[in-house]
């Protein structure tokens, strides 16, 4: 069974940082573009970065760009969020997602396969 296990959300003050993990298991990830998205109350689900299957690609909403680092593992089937300089407006839970057309896109409806997302809260 394919899943995506999120983790590495929690509490933190302005201008502090976190690293997300997104761990895959029963598939390889070898071959999925993955992709990084965040939903916060009241807003609709948006994407903040995604990587191509062999980590050449990547991209990342102008909101975070300079702050988020997007990175890959594939022998630990891991894929990683490095957030820094977070903002109270990054508050929002992030999922993970995957799609097996190995690219880097920004779009939902490309993922087949979700975490159950990790909850993010930058607040004093």
């Known amino acids: 069974q394919l899943q995506l296990v999120e983790s590495g959300g929690g509490l933190v003050q302005p201008g502090g940082s976190l690293r997300l993990s997104c761990a895959a298991s029963g598939f390889s990830l070898d071959y999925y573009g993955i992709g990084w998205f965040r939903q916060a109350p009241g807003k609709e689900r948006e994407g903040v970065s995604c990587?191509?299957?062999?980590?050449?690609?990547?991209n990342y909403a102008d909101s975070v760009k300079g702050r988020f680092t997007i990175s890959r593992d594939n022998a630990k089937k891991t894929v990683y969020l490095e957030m820094n300089s977070l903002k109270p407006e990054d508050t929002a839970v992030y999922y993970c997602?995957?799609?097996?057309?190995?690219?880097?896109?920004?779009?939902?409806?490309?993922?087949?396969?979700w975490g159950q997302g990790t909850q993010v809260t930058v607040s004093s």
């Open positions: 997602a995957a799609q097996p057309l190995a690219m880097c896109v920004m779009t939902d409806y490309r993922y087949n396969y």
């Open positions: 990587i191509s299957a062999s980590g050449a690609r990547k």
